[in-house]
């Protein structure tokens, strides 16, 4: 079956820090894969995503690349900001059906 | 823009009562969801629709029901609210197809006294 298992949190970093969020997946076929953030308040809007092997994703500074060979998708940043803060989502699309996938997500604290 | 509204944002009830939570999008889409959000649990999907007429359960369907009579709405009831169905509850479409993302609302905070 399809499952997304993401990295525990919270993460807390200083501003301008590195971020890596990890994640795996586990899915049938060749997924779409995604990362969302989800501020306080609000519901989850899409960070960036990736559709095939090798693609890599970005936007707002953030980058991951779809990992077939290692099942991965980590996200990464090269230098946080105090607005980064908020919860991190990984999720599939299947290869079959309309649904979505996520894992636990992970939350981001980056403090000055 | 394009957009899927919520209502209403916060809403508290007692338990028994019936509750029926909005959703509305301006998207065109045919695939509609709806999750619950709880802290140690993510996200949960509680309902699923992929055109009008057509409704699926989720992972935690039960003591929830959805009907489609339209593209746009997917309202989600709560036939008698218990205290473990406190939660924010979250609206999402998408285009048909892996690569299309989920779109979400920005949710419902519900709780049940």
């Known amino acids: 079956g399809n499952s997304v298992t993401q990295m525990e949190g919270p993460v807390t970093l200083s501003e301008e820090a590195f971020l890596t969020i990890n994640c795996t997946y586990t899915a049938t076929g060749y997924p779409s894969l995604f990362w969302y953030v989800q501020y306080p308040g609000e519901g989850l809007q899409l960070l960036l995503k990736a559709t095939k092997a090798d693609d890599k994703g970005s936007n707002k500074g953030f980058e991951a690349t779809y990992r077939k060979e290692t099942t991965s998708f980590h996200l990464e940043k090269g230098s946080v900001q105090v607005s980064d803060s908020a919860v991190y989502f990984c999720a599939l699309s299947g290869w079959t059906g309309n649904q979505f996938y996520f894992g636990t997500g992970t939350s981001l604290t980056v403090i000055p | 823009d394009a957009e899927i509204t919520q209502s209403p944002r916060h809403k508290i009830t007692e338990t028994g009562r019936q509750v029926t939570l909005a959703c509305h999008q301006t998207w065109n889409h045919n695939n509609m969801f709806w999750y619950r959000q709880d802290l140690g649990h993510g996200l949960r999907l509680i309902h699923y629709?992929?055109?009008?007429?057509?409704?699926n359960k989720g992972e935690v369907s039960d003591g929830y029901s959805v009907s489609r009579s339209n593209t746009e709405d997917l309202p989600l009831t709560l036939e008698s609210a218990a205290s473990s169905q406190t939660s924010v509850y979250f609206c999402?479409?998408?285009?048909?197809?892996?690569?299309?993302?989920?779109?979400f609302g920005n949710g419902t905070r519900l709780t049940v006294t």
């Open positions: 999402a479409s998408r285009e048909t197809g892996e690569n299309s993302p989920l779109h």
């Open positions: 629709s992929y055109g009008v007429q057509d409704t």
